[in-house]
């Protein structure tokens, strides 16, 4: 059972940058795909970014593009989203899931972030 956990997050103004973590226990995490989601208070959880299990392909939401990442470091079982130019909409809790037969699952508890001024 792969147990997930976020960190990176915290409070910074508009235009700031954040880069979040999620580090993965167990062997599975090397070939495995990952992703990134956000649930915002009051929203549905929505998808924010997904990366295959190489790093070789990744996708992310219009809502981010241009201005978040995600990457991998998978001798570290290290999931990460760097997050630039930050907006007051970006505003939620991250989550990483990862790929169990098709269905993103074992969310982690995840970590905040807030952008306000």
């Known amino acids: 059972q792969v147990q997930l956990v976020e960190s990176g997050g915290g409070q910074v103004q508009p235009g700031g940058s954040l880069r979040l973590s999620c580090v993965a226990s167990g062997s599975t995490f090397s070939t495995s795909a990952m992703a990134w989601f956000r649930q915002a208070p009051g929203k549905k959880r929505e998808w924010v970014a997904n990366?295959?299990?190489?790093?070789?392909?990744?996708y992310v939401a219009d809502a981010v593009k241009g201005r978040f990442a995600i990457s991998r470091d998978n001798a570290k079982n290290t999931l990460y989203l760097q997050m630039n130019n930050l907006k007051p909409e970006d505003t939620a809790t991250y989550y990483c899931?990862?790929?169990?037969?098709?269905?993103?699952?074992?969310w982690g508890p995840g970590t905040q972030v807030t952008v306000s001024s």
């Open positions: 990366i295959t299990w190489k790093g070789s392909h990744f």
């Open positions: 899931a990862i790929s169990i037969e098709g269905t993103w699952s074992n």
